[in-house]
């Protein structure tokens, strides 16, 4: 499959958008996945920028620092941005695609980000990587065109 930077940036947009509407009627694990799924459209969108080749597969800290993404970043904004970075690295992967909730679940568990949440720990850590998803897709976005 080829797709060029406007391809990759395009499907951010829309997947990130979709990520927030499938939280809202809650259908978390979706949302979580396609977040992630936002974010990595983003970066593979700035990593054509840089280079036409790449084999980071789905590996979002590797594709993040390749990309150049933070350089584009207005010093203002890094220190959200890092942390919107961290939030989705730490709870996606790309075989989150094939998890049922309780699979999900399992695997926040694993990871120990249910410690310190009351309630529905799904629900929170979705709440969380959509949030930093539409974060960093917003910036993205933003500066695209800069």
Sequence with gaps: MSFNASDYLAAAREHVDSARRLYDIRFYVLAHYVAGL???CLL???????????????DL???FKKSGFGDIVPDSQRERIGAAIGDVVSRWQNDHRYRSEESLRRY????KLNLKIKGDFVKENSRRIVNAAWDLVTIGAKAWSR
């Design 38 to 40: 936002a974010v990595e």
């Design 44 to 58: 593979r969108a700035y990593r054509s920028r840089v280079s036409k080749t790449f084999d980071e597969r789905h």
């Design 61 to 63: 800290m590797e594709i």
């Design 108 to 111: 926040l568990k694993k990871k």
